[in-house]
Nanobody, 121 residues
Framework: VQLQASGGGLVQAGGSLRLSCAASIRTFSSYAMAWFRQAPGKEREFVARISRYGGSTYYADSVKGRFTISRDNAKSTVYLQMNSLKSEDTAVYYC???????????????WGKGTLVTVSS
């Protein structure tokens, strides 16, 4: 199983980025998907989660109203649209898959390699 995140980069504060995570999971729709992030010197933190068919989403308070998670099961891909970016959003962003809906990193079944998002102020 592989999860490949992409779409990171350098953006000015107030700008937008869209992250993608392509999964090589035959039964992609069997997994809830989530995004986490880890800033330098900090622990990995939950960002957003989406249910197996996209009917339910959940966000960390710090990104609510600015970030949107979505998925396309036909393409085995999950997205994170990030708007109104702030310098504190700077981090390596990771996608993850879990067999149960959860926000805890320890409960994730699979992790992708991260993609770096840098927001300049």
């Amino acid at each position: 199983v592989q999860l490949q995140a992409s779409g990171g980069g350098l953006v000015q504060a107030g700008g937008s980025l869209r992250l993608s995570c392509a999964a090589s999971i035959r039964t992609f729709s069997s997994y809830a998907m989530a995004w986490f992030r880890q800033a330098p010197g900090k622990e990995r933190e939950f960002v957003a989660r989406i249910s197996r068919y996209g009917g339910s989403t959940y966000y960390a308070d710090s990104v609510k109203g600015r970030f949107t998670i979505s998925r396309d099961n036909a393409k085995s891909t999950v997205y994170l649209q990030m708007n109104s970016l702030k310098s504190e959003d700077t981090a390596v962003y990771y996608c993850a898959a879990s067999s149960v809906p959860t926000t805890r990193p320890g409960d994730m079944n699979y992790w992708g390699k991260g993609t770096l998002v840098t927001v300049s102020s």
